[in-house]
């Protein structure tokens, strides 16, 4: 059973555009989601995390989109270059006493940024 | 370099040995996880620790399969008799118990022939 879904293996979008990627999950006591990335042969890199109280999370390129009531969850990243071209993990935690126990991760989206 | 540690980022071992894995995590984390993830898959969560105690085992950790952190610093990870299934990417990661960002070492790639 899925928890964390990335339905799209993969994206392909021009540099200086823009790059949507999203994320669903099934169990509503998730209450934190982070987005990491990852190039080959390293481990994941965390990127930008969003609060289930909190609707929007922005740094700099990379935007975080929650809707609770849909359980989806996505990330913008504009202007989109080249070096974002890595595969692209959800994850989602049900810490109960504050901090994360363990993360739940979806299966990636690859992403290709074409100069 | 401050960031999380693994050693050896390599390991090819024969059907049956045992191996053992290490990890540093990040000084002033208290919390360090364990992670396989095998291709085409996202990290799928082992268990956990923070400081010594051993708080959660994923049901993935069978028997054969053993988590260490004396002192509550580094943590070891060792699999006993290695079977081919047991090939993947083992990563490590730390956080501090207040924090939910989980931050990844390189990772340890088994190969088991």
């Known amino acids: 059973d899925q928890q964390v879904k990335q339905n799209s293996p993969s994206l392909s979008v021009q540099e200086g555009r823009i790059s949507i990627l999203n994320c669903d999950y099934t169990?509503?006591?998730?209450?934190?989601f982070l987005w990491y990335k990852k190039y080959p042969a390293e481990g994941p890199t965390f990127l930008i995390s969003?609060?289930?109280?909190?609707d929007k999370n922005e740094d700099g390129r990379f935007t975080v989109f929650l809707n609770k009531s849909a359980k989806h969850l996505s990330l913008h990243i504009v202007p989109s270059q080249p070096g974002d071209s890595a595969v692209y993990f959800c994850?989602?935690?049900?810490?109960?006493?504050?901090?994360?126990?363990?993360?739940?991760f979806g299966k990636g989206t690859k992403l290709t940024v074409n100069p | 370099d401050t960031g999380v540690s693994q050693n050896p980022r390599h390991k090819i071992t024969k059907r049956g040995q045992n191996v053992t894995f290490r990890c540093d995590p990040i000084?002033?984390?208290?919390?360090l996880y364990w992670y396989r993830q095998t291709l085409g898959q996202g990290p799928e969560f082992l268990t956990y620790?923070?400081?010594?105690?051993?708080?959660?085992k994923s049901r993935l950790l069978s028997d054969r399969f053993s988590a260490e952190r004396p002192k509550g610093s580094f943590s070891t990870l060792e699999i006993q008799r290695t079977e081919q299934g047991d090939s993947a990417m083992y990563l490590c990661?730390?956080?501090?118990?207040?924090?939910?960002?989980?931050?990844f070492g390189p990772g340890t790639r088994l190969t088991v022939t």
């Open positions: 169990n509503s006591m998730f209450d934190y």
């Open positions: 990661a730390s956080s501090r118990d207040i924090d939910y960002e989980q931050y």
């Open positions: 000084s002033e984390h208290n919390r």
């Open positions: 620790f923070q400081n010594e105690a051993q708080l959660e």
């Open positions: 994850a989602a935690s049900d810490g109960a006493q504050g901090g994360s126990e363990k993360l739940v």
């Open positions: 969003i609060s289930s109280i909190k």
